[in-house]
Structure formats: C-alpha cells, structure tokens
C-alpha cells in the first residue's frame, strides 16, 4: 500500500491490486496465531474471531467516503488499507513476543 501511494501508473495500479493477493494468504496465518496459546478457550476465541471479520464490512465503506471527497481523492484513500495492514504488522509481532513469553515459539524448527 506504501508503495502504491507513494508512486503512480502501472507501479501503483499493481501495489493496490496485489493487496487482495496477499490478504488472502494472510488471513490462515492471522487466525493460526490469534488462537494460539488459548488452551481450552480456543472454540471460544475461534469464535469471537469468526465474528470479528466485521471489519470487511465497514473499512471498505470509510474508503469509499475518502474516496468520494473531493479533498483526498481515490488514490490517497489507500491509507485505509495502509493503517489496517500497519495494525496487522504490528499484531503479528505483539503476538509473537506474548506467546514466547507462554513458552511457544513459531520460530523454532520441528525435528
């Protein structure tokens, strides 16, 4: 998304496009990771994490608006996706120093 604001043409038109791509390779590694750790609270958190998926419901919305305000634009209005994608970066890494500190390690290789 960086990418694709900062540039223009094709360039931008690609970043933006593989968005989707990689959003959908995404979301089993998210779920993996968000119940991880939950023990016999895992159905619960699966759950609530299934119930969670809202937000494909409204982020597209609030681009929407940025997009039709005459002030911001379609192009700039990516720094929806740019915030959420920051968040998830942000996540995935919280995420991993709190289940390291539950003692499980993604990281460590299986013999």
């Not at 223009?8 to 496009?17: D, M």
């Not at 995935?92 to 500190?101: D, I």
Request: with cysteine; proline share 4%.
């Amino acid at each position: 998304m960086l990418i694709g604001l900062s540039t223009t043409g094709s360039v931008a038109l690609f970043s933006f496009i593989s968005g989707g791509l990689f959003c959908s390779v995404m979301w089993p590694c998210i779920f993996n990771l968000s119940i991880a750790g939950l023990g016999k609270n895992t159905n619960q958190g699966s759950s609530l994490l299934i119930m969670m998926i809202l937000g494909g419901a409204i982020i597209p919305p609030i681009q929407g608006h940025l997009a039709d305000m005459g002030t911001v634009g379609i192009h700039m209005s990516y720094i929806v996706p740019l915030v959420g994608f920051a968040y998830l970066a942000w996540y995935g890494f919280a995420a991993r120093k709190m289940l390291q500190k539950q003692g499980i390690d993604y990281d460590a290789s299986i013999n």
